[in-house]
């Protein structure tokens, strides 16, 4: 409907509309947001798909648009959770950085981004083992190849000093002790530990012990605690 003169109605200029793929963006960002908040409160077995609805705004019918069912907006949930870790991760490091020093950074960002978000971190390294136990597997095996790819983009590449898989599931496990203590903000503070075993494979016991030593001056600098 238009006025005399070709001018649109006041309701199309005074009430513009989101366009459908935006509005339906916007809608499955705040149901998969709805999703992580209520499993940190919840978990995942006592979230039920009202508890979504009701921390999203959104109606039933919405969310069964977007999503199939309960576990299909967990997966989208903890697929938005790992891309924001990688890309933390990435983000800390610098074209310059030699790959022990950009693994230190990428891991303090992480560590980082954990802390102040405590509801992704008890998704992915809580929940989604108990979900789907392959799935923090998954997430290694993208991983060592990236870790791989840096050393020998530097030119640096040796074979592995030991496991991957096993030192990164011990990096999880002291992380995820501190989650489940509800201690998710003093993450930072395994810096130290995490450099070391994420590094050790890679770079060996001397490699990894200096980039620790180097974590722990760092928290002790940042705590006003003389090296």
């Not at 705040?30 to 908040?37: E, G, K, L, S, W």
């Not at 648009?65 to 790992?82: E, G, H, I, M, N």
């Not at 640096?156 to 096993?166: A, F, G, I, Y």
């Amino acid at each position: 409907m238009r006025k005399q003169g070709g001018f649109e109605t006041g309701r199309s200029v005074l009430e513009p509309t989101l366009p459908v793929d935006l509005s339906a963006q916007q809608q499955r960002r705040r149901i998969v947001d709805a999703m992580i908040a209520s499993v940190a409160e919840k978990t995942y077995a006592g979230t039920t798909i009202a508890d979504i609805v009701g921390h999203a705004c959104v109606s039933r019918t919405t969310f069964y648009k977007r999503f199939p069912d309960k576990r299909a907006c967990f997966d989208a949930a903890l697929r938005q959770c790992v891309a924001s870790l990688r890309a933390t991760g990435a983000a800390a490091i610098d074209p310059g950085d030699t790959p022990p020093r950009a693994i230190h950074k990428a891991t303090a960002a992480t560590l980082e981004l954990l802390a102040a978000e405590p509801g992704l971190a008890h998704l992915v390294v809580g929940e989604a083992v108990n979900v789907d136990p392959s799935a923090l597997g998954r997430h290694r095996n993208d991983l060592v190849p990236d870790m791989r790819a840096l050393w020998e983009s530097r030119g640096e590449w040796v074979e592995p000093h030991s496991d991957p898989q096993l030192a990164f599931g011990r990096a999880q496990v002291l992380i995820f002790d501190k989650i489940a203590a509800g201690k998710a903000a003093e993450l930072p503070r395994l810096l130290p530990e995490i450099v070391y075993l994420v590094l050790l494979p890679f770079g060996g016991h001397e490699v990894a012990l200096a980039q620790s030593r180097l974590a722990a001056r760092e928290i002790g600098a940042a705590n006003g605690v003389a090296a």
